[in-house]
């Protein structure tokens, strides 16, 4: 049983730390909202009221930090303010949140300096996953920090990749969510122009899940109420990958592309698109719900 600080219980730390917590760890909870502090508690965290606190927990006693937090600018003042200098300079430091390759780099490389061992840990699957404990991890970190993670991070999700150096875990996750986002419009629209060439959509399905456009999008995901497994497109649109999360996700992968210099096309009209459907005021309906455009 090891002691875990964890700060940010919002729709996926909330089932993150309730995991951590049904696991055995005595987990130190802390956010700046109330009543997913109060969630927490119940669900067996011990609740703290500022991170510095929760972090710091006496001698030594903090093993690991583990954030999830809404964006980089976030991130990276609860670790400059809250984090490096407070918690034990043996705790290991794990972000889980979606943010920027730059600021994951610049946190870990200000971490590193202060003593710590840390590692950028970004998910993939959403609130169902988190809470069921069956997140996939990809990790940015070195060596022995990915190996300390590795046992932690088992408790929350199915799946722990090491993906490379710190910062290459947030790589991993926006170029993965920019072909999602991508690949969500090609079979949106590849639904849409079928029915209006006159082709039912489920023969459509049948065909191309069979053939060579197969992809996730179609298979596990389908944009279409009534066709392929159960998804969002059969419940309205609602819960799942919202579209403003995906939006979030694709703005931050065209800032890694400038930074990096990749010529990314595809991704770049997928961020306006998404835009467009964000700002028409659908940020909140699944991410699949985009096909409402193209029919
Ligand atoms: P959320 O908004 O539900 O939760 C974030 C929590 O952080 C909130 O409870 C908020 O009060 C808290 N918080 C903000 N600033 C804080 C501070 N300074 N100190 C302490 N607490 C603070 O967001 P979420 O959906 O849980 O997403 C968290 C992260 O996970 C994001 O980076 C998101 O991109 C990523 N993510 C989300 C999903 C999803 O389906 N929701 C899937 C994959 C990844």
Not at 16 to 28: P, T
Not at 149 to 173: D, F, N, Y
Request: with cysteine; aromatic share 6%.
């Amino acid at each position: 049983m090891t002691t875990i600080a964890f700060i940010g219980l919002g729709n996926m730390g909330g089932g993150m730390a309730a995991n951590l917590a049904k696991a055995g760890h005595d987990v130190r909870a802390f956010d700046l909202n109330g009543e997913a502090l109060a969630r927490a508690a119940e669900a067996g965290c011990a609740p703290f009221t500022c991170a510095r606190e929760a972090v710091a927990g006496g001698d030594g006693v903090v093993d690991a930090v583990v954030t999830m937090l809404p964006n980089g600018k976030i991130v990276s003042s609860v670790y400059r303010g809250d984090v490096i200098g407070h918690a034990p300079s043996t705790a290991l430091l794990l972000d889980c949140s979606t943010i920027d390759v730059a600021t994951a780099r610049n946190v870990e490389a200000a971490a590193s300096a202060a003593g710590y061992a840390m590692v950028d840990a970004p998910v993939s699957g959403g609130i169902a996953a988190a809470n069921a404990g069956t997140l996939t991890f990809m990790v940015g970190g070195k060596t022995a920090a990915f190996a300390r993670a590795q046992p932690i991070l088992s408790v929350m999700g199915k799946a722990v990749i090491h993906a490379g150096a710190p910062g290459a875990g947030q790589a991993a996750k926006i170029c993965n969510n920019m072909l999602l986002g991508a690949s969500m419009i090609a079979t949106a629209e590849a639904f849409a122009m079928a029915k209006k060439l006159g082709l039912d959509p489920q023969t459509f399905y049948d065909i191309s899940s069979k053939a060579s456009g197969q992809c996730w999008s179609m298979t596990s995901y389908c944009p279409l109420p009534g066709v392929g497994p159960q998804s969002p497109a059969d419940n309205d649109y609602a819960g799942g990958f919202a579209s403003a999360l995906m939006l979030k996700d694709l703005l931050l992968a065209m800032d890694a592309a400038r930074g990096a210099g990749a010529d990314t096309p595809m991704g770049a009209r997928a961020a306006q698109l998404y835009q467009a459907f964000a700002d028409a005021g659908n940020g909140g309906l699944d991410f699949s719900a985009i096909i409402k455009t193209l029919e």
